[in-house]
């Protein structure tokens, strides 16, 4: 591990990279430059990448850089579960931010809003969205409705006695990981993990919580995306883990190649244009 940690922060940063060279290089540029003023430690851990990414993390002295080898091959979710849990080891602060590679904060107000968040009520073990992305208001009512009818279904057909698939939620209620506050001390406290099954990392710990009277903090997409943007799946677009024509694809070429993600230089300005209107 590389880097040093800073004195007197409340809360920590952690990231995960899997050959994402061009994505890591620009969140870190975008955070190196929102945390102008303030230094708390940021960890980022290498999921053996094995490639570039992994040079490029080695001279950036002011991360801790944790490069994980894992003994065999695991599931995506898996790995980045275990890899934010080897760093939560690691944390010696009372709060966690995670973040993902393909999230570029441009406004650091964002750190403050969700400690605020976390610190206004007794017991509050997390704080963030359960949207990755903003779609704002008709978009996010056509999608409700949308799986609602699915949900129902699927539900009436199995009644029914069909061969149908299972129904998933028709609401999203757990935090997605692309910008989440949790606090580490009562992760700790409870002896929790951030993978604790087999689904996405935070999501059995989240529920854990709430069974234990622990209260989530939620922010809606459109406070959210005031401060940050993120390029959903960004990661699995550029290792080409979906097929070209795949809609996240399509989103991930387009804001690739209107505003050029390439940084050459850590402390650099970024050349992203205006995410926030994007």
Known sequence: MTGQQ???STYSIVLVNYKSLELTKTCLAFLRDALQGE??????????????STDYLRTVNWINLIERKPERREAGNIAHGR???LALGKVETEYIFLLHT?????????FALMISQCTAQRDVAAVGCVEQLDRGFIRSAWRVTSRFFKHYTRRSLLALGVNARAPKPYRETHLKSFCTLWNARLIKRHGFHFQM??????????????ALNYKIGLLSPRKMFRYLDHIQSGTVSAMGGYSTDHRRVKMYNQLTEERPL?????????TLGSLKQA
């Open 39 to 52: 230094n708390p430690p940021v960890f980022v851990v290498d999921n053996n990448s094995g490639d570039a």
């Open 262 to 270: 390439a940084v050459h230089a850590v402390g650099a300005k970024p």
């Open 197 to 210: 099954d087999g689904r996405n990392p935070g999501y059995e710990l989240q529920d854990r919580m709430t």
């Open 102 to 110: 393909d999230t570029f904060i441009y406004d650091p107000d964002i």
């Open 83 to 85: 890899a934010l849990d």
């Open 6 to 8: 800073a004195a007197k």
